[in-house]
């Protein structure tokens, strides 16, 4: 069953998309023409899918493994609560109705 998410681009427009069970976070943008990189197509290599999450989410999801944190600390607009990669983030129906951010390009 797919879930809903609210993803804001870079410009703060906001667009409603369907998530599907199949899909981590950053396929999800991806496929639905958001500007999200992804170089390293999902191997966690880059830090060119790094999105925003609210705190709570950010909270839920538990800690970054040690090779996203690495990516993450030297990206450009990197948050100590909120930044993760999105390509790490698999589809969990308790996501339904998240609101994620695109971070500035890196």
């Known amino acids: 069953m797919p879930t809903t998410i609210t993803a804001v681009d870079r410009d703060g427009t906001q667009h409603s998309l369907e998530w599907d069970e199949d899909q981590s976070l950053m396929e999800v943008l991806r496929d639905n023409d958001l500007p999200v990189l992804a170089s390293c197509g999902g191997t966690a290599s880059c830090a060119t899918c790094h999105?925003?999450?609210?705190?709570?989410?950010?909270?839920?999801?538990?800690?970054?493994?040690?090779?996203?944190?690495?990516?993450?600390?030297d990206a450009e607009g990197f948050r100590e609560c909120g930044s993760r990669l999105s390509c790490q983030i698999a589809h969990d129906q308790e996501l339904d109705g998240i609101r994620v951010e695109l971070a500035p390009e890196s």
Do not use: Q
Not at 51 to 73: C, H, Q
């Open 51 to 73: 999105v925003y999450l609210d705190e709570p989410v950010a909270v839920r999801l538990g800690a970054r493994s040690g090779d996203e944190e690495e990516l993450l600390a």
